[in-house]
């Protein structure tokens, strides 16, 4: 078992977002992956924070090339060297520790996130449609979403905020106060979106705005905020009287862009415009943060909330180590050297997606 993979450790989101796949793109890129000569099972996680592939090869250094090559293949040849340098590898039991550690939330830019748990088993889920797992991913991964459980379960790493989203509501509190009479604007109504709008809610956010391009789903998030919907193609306009937009949709580029803030700050007689932007790729124009005004913050931003919740979860993310060293000593020869046993679906995570939970 191997991983290579870029993540907000090793690269800024101008880098991550050059390797970020859409969760919809993830099956075929996974048939794409586990196609490569050396590549016989694998199973590819992309979200806002890493891209990862892992995979098991009878020639790891080959398949390693192989993927880099695969990863690289839309990259200008001068760019090669620097960006490979951003990429890190494990194998063995630490390519185990290292997705046991993700899956637990302790590798994540938030530490005790939640929602690395769904994205992993979304990303499971794309490997068997896709045929790129069989016997070793599949036993390997059904035992990762156990202690995964087994983490949250006995440790209370998952105290306090544990979302990007609930960061990002945090840093709108730094910067505009209490959020009981700021508007906020929230574009986008996937995973991110939603919890950053339950965030809103519960810190006592009342002007909550929603604008989706799937208008169903944003009516569907704003009722359960109790926030009011704006269709996709009219948002702009209701910017006068928006303190701060969220942004976090699946575009693959630009939605806000400075052109359009320049013509709205001279509406906004003075007011200042607060912008995160938590897509990967990017949704907000960086050059926005040039407009008068307009103050932009990436999903990067999101690292000093991080540090203080890392801080303050020190204990547990010991207790939580400790668990995955012991998990690993009873279970890495059996997964990684041994004759996989018959493969037994659980959690709701099956090679059989007719009858999907």
């Known amino acids: 078992?191997?991983?290579?993979?870029?993540?907000?450790?090793?690269?800024?989101?101008?880098?991550?977002?050059?390797?970020?796949?859409?969760?919809?793109?993830?099956?075929?890129?996974?048939?794409?992956?586990?196609?490569?000569?050396?590549?016989?099972?694998?199973?590819?996680?992309?979200?806002?924070?890493?891209?990862?592939?892992?995979?098991?090869?009878?020639?790891?250094q080959l398949a390693r090339r192989e993927i880099l090559r695969f990863f690289l293949g839309s990259v200008a040849t001068q760019e090669h060297?620097?960006?490979?340098?951003?990429?890190?590898?494990?194998?063995?039991?630490?390519?185990?520790?290292?997705?046991?550690?993700?899956?637990?939330?302790?590798?994540?830019?938030?530490?005790?996130?939640?929602?690395?748990?769904?994205?992993?088993?979304d990303a499971y889920r794309a490997a068997v449609q896709a045929s790129s797992t069989a016997t070793f991913a599949n036993r390997t991964f059904q035992r990762i979403f156990s202690i995964g459980k087994k983490v949250r379960t006995d440790t209370r790493i998952t105290s306090g905020p544990t979302s990007v989203g609930a960061a990002a509501v945090l840093l709108a509190e730094r910067t505009l106060g209490a959020l009981s009479g700021a508007n906020v604007l929230i574009v986008g109504a996937g995973d991110i979106a939603r919890s950053t709008a339950q965030s809103l809610h519960?810190?006592?956010?009342?002007?909550?705005?929603?604008?989706?391009?799937?208008y169903d789903r944003a009516v569907e998030l704003a009722e359960r905020v109790g926030g009011r919907v704006i269709r996709f193609s009219e948002w702009v306009p209701y910017l006068e009287k928006i303190d701060i937009v969220i942004v976090s949709t699946a575009s693959p580029v630009y939605v806000v862009s400075p052109a359009v803030l320049r013509g709205t700050q001279q509406t906004r007689v003075g007011r200042p415009l607060f912008l995160i932007d938590l897509s990967v790729p990017r949704n907000v124009d960086p050059l926005c943060s040039q407009v008068e005004g307009v103050h932009v913050y990436d999903i990067d931003t999101m690292q000093d909330m991080a540090s203080a919740s890392l801080y303050a979860r020190k204990a547990e993310v010991e207790r939580a180590e400790s668990i995955i060293t012991a998990w690993l000593?009873?279970?890495?020869?059996?997964?990684?050297?041994?004759?996989?046993?018959?493969?037994?679906?659980?959690?709701?995570?099956?090679?059989d997606f007719s009858a999907r939970c």
């Open 1 to 60: 078992m191997c991983c290579l993979g870029v993540n907000h450790r090793t690269a800024p989101v101008a880098v991550r977002e050059r390797f970020a796949v859409p969760k919809r793109c993830l099956e075929q890129q996974n048939a794409a992956l586990a196609a490569l000569t050396c590549v016989q099972e694998c199973v590819l996680l992309s979200t806002c924070n890493r891209t990862e592939l892992y995979f098991w090869s009878p020639q790891p």
């Open 329 to 351: 000593a009873e279970n890495a020869r059996d997964l990684l050297f041994r004759d996989a046993p018959e493969y037994v679906a659980q959690d709701g995570v099956s090679p």
């Open 81 to 121: 060297a620097q960006l490979s340098a951003c990429f890190y590898e494990f194998s063995g039991a630490e390519a185990l520790r290292h997705l046991a550690r993700v899956a637990a939330g302790l590798d994540s830019m938030v530490v005790g996130e939640t929602e690395i748990f769904g994205q992993i088993k």
């Open 202 to 214: 519960s810190r006592g956010a009342e002007g909550i705005f929603v604008a989706n391009r799937s």
